[in-house]
């Protein structure tokens, strides 16, 4: 009996914690609200052009704060979720419709952002434009969670600043704007890498969509005619069939290369770690197959063909047993590049530099703290002097100040006030005492010792 009213209370504790249908709003207003954001005419088509800008400015000059800006202002989350929204209720219309406008906002986007490519004096890729070139498994799972905050936010009361905080996260809009600066450069890899990431967080976040909807139990269209119905369930099936199986492929291609990486770098740091010798350059070239390849560049004391060997055949251990290991040393190779050096050069500047400030911080703190407990003693001896006259009169001088006391036998430190005064008169046993508690109580010490002079 107990065990089962246990049960029950566990039950409805994240029932009604967890529940989210509980704040959910009317479906209608949900789906009419979704569906006003996915059509790209008008206003919504030239805000997006003005926000392809934008984040293109951002690439340009690699400026975080603009792009973020952009993704604010961008509304290509419309689309998306329509499409996903349209899965999830079976709305065939409204999947067709998202899917048209989905396709009208990345053409504008890629062909805006080229344009502005083209006539921009910056040609150079910056680092926030090469961050959009090289999806990761990171982007798939922010992309997926970042599309179900989104859903489960604009299908309830309480909506907030989810949306966009969803924008922002989820990232649209650069990759578009870095796939118009692989266009306009020339540079195909860069726009296959960026669109790859735009394609990947778009599917994703229409997968989160369709998820949440099936989960709040939104009503599914109904049809009058059931053979129209039956067809259009099937040719819902087949573009959700269609759309998850590149995004899955691709999906699992980025895990496996992200795990691939991860062990050869823990490989590189663990197994070509030698003493007087420091690795300058790695590249990591993975394929999927039998092709893939470690290169790595030495500098220093030469390490001898026998211990490269050695590491050689530990990387199996590490699952790397079908990869070419590539070790270059000494500078008279071509593998050498100047770049790698200079970037390794300021890394190690910026680094000792930071080191050095952070020692310089912490000294500077610990000094003005006994700087300040020094000035406090001496505001604190100006202070009670007036009173010292009235309560001790035979009280000629007063020194306090902060000492470290040490016990010979044990060597151990103890930190105590030292109060000396000279008095005219030489105080008694009980009069040292009573001056020693008053003392203590106007300086707030713990141990101090009195010395009269």
Not at 13 to 38: A, C, P, W, Y
Not at 369 to 391: C, H, M, N, W
Not at 405 to 434: C, N, W
């Amino acid at each position: 009996m107990e065990k089962g009213l246990l049960h029950k209370q566990i039950r409805d504790f994240f029932v009604r914690n967890f529940d989210v249908r509980q704040e959910k709003e009317d479906e209608l207003e949900t789906i009419e609200s979704i569906r006003k954001g996915i059509e790209f005419k008008g206003t919504n088509l030239w805000v997006l052009i003005f926000a392809t800008f934008v984040a293109s400015l951002g690439l340009n000059t690699n400026s975080t704060a603009v792009i973020i800006g952009a993704m604010l202002i961008s509304p290509l989350m419309g689309p998306i979720m329509g499409f996903g929204l349209g899965l999830g209720i079976s709305d065939f219309d409204l999947i067709k419709r998202s899917f048209r406008n989905f396709a009208t906002a990345t053409v504008f986007s890629v062909i805006t952002s080229t344009l502005f490519f083209l006539i921009s004096p910056i040609s150079e890729a910056q680092s926030e434009l090469l961050a959009r070139t090289q999806p990761t498994v990171y982007d798939v799972l922010i992309a997926f969670f970042g599309g179900l905050a989104g859903i489960v936010a604009s299908s309830t009361k309480s909506k907030g600043n989810v949306i966009p905080g969803v924008a922002i996260a989820t990232a649209l809009m650069p990759p578009l704007c870095t796939a118009g600066y692989g266009l306009a450069t020339g540079n195909l890899v860069y726009f296959l890498g960026a669109f790859y990431l735009y394609f990947i967080n778009s599917v994703f976040i229409s997968l989160a969509t369709f998820a949440g909807v099936r989960v709040m139990h939104f009503q599914r269209k109904e049809f009058v005619d059931k053979k129209r119905e039956k067809k259009v369930r099937q040719y819902i099936i087949l573009i959700a069939v269609l759309t998850m199986c590149p995004a899955v492929y691709l999906t699992v291609g980025i895990i496996q290369s992200t795990f691939y990486e991860s062990a050869a770098n823990r490989f590189v740091a663990e197994q070509l770690s030698f003493e007087n010798t420091q690795v300058l350059d790695k590249k990591i070239h993975y394929h999927g197959n039998k092709d893939n390849e470690i290169r790595v560049v030495l500098i220093g004391q030469e390490v001898p063909e026998a211990s490269i060997a050695i590491a050689r055949n530990k990387m199996k251990d590490y699952k790397l047993g079908e990869t070419k290991l590539i070790v270059l040393q000494g500078m008279n190779n071509e593998a050498v590049d100047i770049s790698s050096i200079r970037a390794m050069v300021m890394e190690d500047f910026y680094k000792n530099s930071e080191e050095r400030l952070v020692e310089q911080t912490k000294k500077i703190t610990v000094l003005e703290q006994s700087l300040a407990r020094y000035k406090s003693f001496d505001e604190l001896g100006k202070t009670i002097v007036p009173e010292l006259k009235v309560l001790y009169p035979s009280v000629k001088t007063v020194s306090i100040s902060h000492a470290i006391e040490l016990t010979v036998d044990s060597v151990r430190t103890d930190t105590i006030t030292l109060a000396v005064l000279k008095f005219g008169k030489h105080p008694d046993a009980h009069e040292k005492q009573k001056i020693t508690e008053w003392l203590k109580a106007r300086t707030g010490a713990k141990k101090l010792r009195l010395i009269a002079e």
